[in-house]
């Protein structure tokens, strides 16, 4: 099935010690969003791709980072992470014929 | 600017009944609507939209919309709540231009339903 999909689920990462998640969806959709979930907060949008053009929202902190290397799979970087920065980070994608938004499973990070 | 609002923290029903989780907005021109459901550590689950005609939306898992112009409101509704429909329950607007589309989330509405 078409879907998207994020690893891992779960990531314990060290204060400062630098992370990747990743992301891959099968839907060939060319929009893909990156977003920080608190606590059963909204979704908090931290960045997202239209292709390969980068958007960057004007509250995400500089210690986020993203790449994008092909349609099919996108990156979010931590590059120091610090205590404050524990939540789930949920992927979606969007494009095509479709107005709706697809999310992936999440990650939940836990930063000791 | 547009958004969206879910006046209610949580909303508890019993099984069986009807249950309404409420959503108003506040866009310029044509509203793009969306309901979302959130299981615990899961992603963002989509129920149904609305983006144009009829103003009753059928969606998954037997939920449906009514969106209402003149209130500005997209209510959740469900004729009969399950145990299982416990979750949280995000409404959502898109913004944007095409190509740069973002999606503006409600606080979450949590429902229980109990048995």
């Known amino acids: 099935d078409a879907m998207v999909i994020q690893n891992p689920r779960y990531q314990v990462t060290q204060f400062g010690k630098p992370v990747t998640l990743s992301c891959s969806q099968t839907?060939?959709?060319?929009?893909m969003y990156w977003y920080q979930q608190k606590s059963s907060q909204a979704p908090k949008l931290l960045f997202h791709?239209?292709?390969?053009?980068?958007?960057n929202e004007a509250d995400t902190p500089d210690n986020f980072q993203s790449r994008r290397p092909n349609t099919s799979f996108c990156f979010l970087d931590i590059r120091s992470p610090g205590l404050g920065d524990a939540a789930m980070y949920l992927c979606?994608?969007?494009?095509?014929?479709?107005?709706?938004?697809?999310f992936g499973p999440g990650t939940r990070l836990t930063v000791l | 600017a547009q958004s969206v609002a879910q006046p209610e923290d949580q909303v508890n029903v019993a099984e069986g009944n009807p249950l309404t989780v409420k959503c108003t907005y506040s866009v310029s021109g044509n509203p793009y609507l969306f309901w979302y459901v959130q299981y615990p550590n899961r992603g963002l689950q989509f129920l149904l939209k609305y983006i144009t005609g009829d103003n009753l939306v059928k969606g998954s898992y037997g939920f449906e919309a009514e969106f209402n112009k003149s209130q500005t409101s997209f209510h959740l509704k469900k004729p009969s709540a399950l145990v299982s429909d416990s979750a949280l329950y995000f409404c959502?607007?898109?913004?944007?231009?095409?190509?740069?589309?973002?999606?503006?989330f409600g606080t979450g509405t949590r429902l229980k339903v109990l048995a």
């Open positions: 791709y239209y292709d390969k053009d980068f958007n």
């Open positions: 959502a607007v898109r913004r944007g231009n095409s190509g740069t589309y973002k999606y503006i």
């Open positions: 839907l060939n959709h060319n929009v």
């Open positions: 979606a994608t969007a494009g095509g014929s479709t107005d709706t938004q697809y």
